[in-house]
């Protein structure tokens, strides 16, 4: 059985630094474009940062563009998302997923790809708090 696992998240101060991790069970992240997405409370879950199988294409979210890198470690099965100068505004709970339409459909291209119906495997999720 196919399990996900975030981890990484806490609670920081703003300007601050974390590093979100996602491994799985019985799943190859590097078989997988990967994603990141966040909820924050009263909100739609929304995407954050793509990464097509090969590492090829990268698609960050607008409000995080310059402060977040999504990176992959094969050898470790773990994707990570490096999260830099933390706002208070990216306080949410963050889950990774997998690509589930194939390796070569384009997920990361722009945000009219990076669309959540096309991911799986989802996670329970880290909760990332950034206080001002």
């Known amino acids: 059985q196919v399990q996900v696992v975030e981890s990484g998240g806490g609670l920081v101060q703003a300007g601050g630094s974390l590093r979100l991790s996602c491994t799985a069970s019985e799943l190859t992240l590097d078989d997988y474009a990967m994603g990141w997405f966040r909820q924050a409370p009263g909100k739609e879950r929304e995407g954050v940062s793509c990464?097509?199988?090969?590492?090829?294409?990268?698609y960050y979210e607008d409000s995080v563009k310059g402060r977040f890198t999504i990176s992959r470690d094969n050898a470790k099965n773990t994707l990570y998302l490096q999260m830099n100068s933390l706002k208070p505004k990216a306080s949410a709970m963050y889950y990774c997923a997998a690509g589930v339409r194939g390796r070569v459909y384009d997920y990361c291209s722009g945000s009219w790809r990076f669309l959540q119906a096309d991911f799986g495997y989802w996670g329970q999720g880290t909760q990332v708090t950034v206080s001002s």
């Open positions: 990464i097509s199988w090969s590492g090829g294409t990268i």
